[in-house]
């Protein structure tokens, strides 16, 4: 068993910032690209960030010099900084893993439970 668990959603002012956190944990072997997603009411499920296990990111234009995606290998965590927001941010953010668990010969794709941002004021 592999969870992947969110923290750091809230409510927040346009203009603000917040960070998100992601732990993975579980019968993981190998740890992969992680990265992090949203959903917005009525809208598909978009890429916002996302790293590789030696660092290497990208982001979706929406939100390119506002947000930061960074991890950290040894507590199996990724984290989203999250600045300069705007009101169109708000959605569902939900973390992304891709984790080869121990005593399996691929990886797979799993997802948190998702953590709601929303930029109201």
């Known amino acids: 068993q592999v969870q992947l668990v969110e923290s750091g959603g809230g409510l927040v002012q346009p203009g603000g910032s917040l960070r998100l956190s992601c732990v993975a944990s579980g019968s993981i072997s190998r740890l992969y690209g992680m990265g992090w997603y949203r959903q917005a009411p009525g809208k598909q499920r978009e890429s916002v960030a996302v790293?590789?296990?030696?660092?290497?990111?990208n982001y979706a234009d929406s939100v390119k010099g506002r947000f930061t995606v960074s991890r950290d290998n040894a507590k199996s965590t990724v984290y989203l900084q999250m600045n300069s927001l705007k009101p169109e941010d708000t959605a569902v953010y939900y973390c992304?893993?891709?984790?080869?668990?121990?005593?399996?010969?691929?990886?797979?794709?799993?997802w948190g439970q998702g953590t709601q941002v929303t930029v109201a004021s």
């Open positions: 992304n893993a891709d984790v080869r668990p121990i005593g399996a010969l691929r990886a797979y794709a799993y």
């Open positions: 790293i590789t296990s030696d660092g290497a990111t």
